[in-house]
T-cell receptor, first 112, second 115 residues
Framework: DAKTTQPPSMDCAEGRAANLPCNHS???????VYWYRQIHSQGPQYIIH???NNETNEMASLIITEDRKSSTLILPHATLRDTAVYYC?????????????FGTGTRLTIIP | EAGVTQFPSHSVIEKGQTVTLRCDPI?????LYWYRRVMGKEIKFLLH????????ESGMPNNRFLAERTGGTYSTLKVQPAELEDSGVYFC?????????????FGEGSRLTVL
């Protein structure tokens, strides 16, 4: 079963920052937070991951609270192509055995 | 660089028939995974190969499903005989593994419809 809780849906205006929350109150010290998304009927797409520190890449930023019980994925300037289901996943990193457990995710809709 | 490719993109078969899905991972990726989403459900892990060896097949639903990865390159997932509840989208993913935690590259999926 998924170890995370996400809102089922969110809307965001095009060009604004989309902030997607995720609760993972039972996360253990060696578990990572991963974010994936699925655009329409395509395969899931990796976005970003982190352990303790905030992370940023060309797609998004990941903010993890100090107690690690929650995190926020930030898409800084949302576009229509960012409309997708976003999955927050907590898993051990076994450096080769990434058995990801997908939950129901958040359906993000970008409004023109 | 080519991504993960899956074939066929869509297959329609009748209950009791056999279907074989194929996955070609990204070149050089030792890790290969199969996942599936059945109607209305979440994406679920099926199994994981490291090269040609099955590392974890705890998600395989029953013995009607057989996965192989001959030579550690492409993989096939055979469903024999297919049942109605097998309908869904089967995703393949690959990863480099060591040093790159959590970054799985998924294919577009193979949609299976069992009538």
């Amino acid at each position: 079963d998924a170890k995370t809780t996400q809102p089922p849906s969110m809307d965001c205006a095009e060009g604004r920052a989309a902030n997607l929350p995720c609760n993972h109150s039972t996360i253990s010290g060696n578990e990572y937070v991963y974010w994936y998304r699925q655009i329409h009927s395509q395969g899931p797409q990796y976005i970003i991951h982190g352990l303790k520190n905030n992370e940023t890449n060309e797609m998004a930023s990941l903010i993890i609270t100090e107690d690690r019980k929650s995190s926020t994925l930030i898409l800084p300037h949302a576009t229509l192509r960012d409309t997708a289901v976003y999955y927050c996943i907590v898993e051990l990193s076994n450096f080769g055995n990434e058995k990801l457990t997908f939950g129901t995710g958040t359906r993000l809709t970008i409004i023109p | 660089e080519a991504g993960v490719t899956q074939f066929p993109s869509h297959s329609v078969i009748e209950k009791g028939q056999t279907v074989t899905l194929r996955c070609d991972p990204i070149s050089g990726h030792d890790n290969l995974y199969w996942y599936r989403r059945v109607m209305g459900k979440e994406i679920k892990f099926l199994l994981h190969f490291v090269k040609e060896s099955k590392q974890d097949e705890s998600g395989m639903p029953n013995n009607r499903f057989l996965a192989e990865r001959t030579g550690g390159t492409y993989s096939t997932l055979k469903v024999q005989p297919a049942e109605l509840e097998d309908s869904g989208v089967y995703f393949c993913a690959s990863s480099q593994g060591q040093g790159f935690p959590g970054e799985l590259f998924f294919g577009e999926g193979s949609r299976l419809t069992v009538l």
